[in-house]
């Protein structure tokens, strides 16, 4: 499954990465869905 960045999703509805981010909020959908495993992945490669 390819990701969309914040500030794409955001164009393409039409508002700025800000109020994407909050609607995001307000619907309860979370704005980093990794595991542990990928969490600590990335952090291991920062």
Same mark, same amino acid.
């Given at each position: 499954? @390819?990701?969309?960045?914040? =500030?794409?999703?955001?164009?393409? !509805?039409?508002?700025?990465?800000?109020?994407?981010?909050? @609607?995001?909020?307000?619907? =309860?959908?979370?704005?980093?869905? !990794?595991?542990?495993?990928?969490?600590?992945?990335?952090?291991?490669?920062?």
């Amino acid at each position: 499954m @390819k990701r969309l960045s914040s =500030g794409m999703a955001a164009t393409l !509805l039409g508002v700025d990465r800000v109020t994407f981010i909050l @609607k995001l909020s307000e619907y =309860g959908v979370p704005l980093i869905d !990794l595991s542990e495993e990928e969490l600590l992945s990335d952090i291991e490669n920062a």
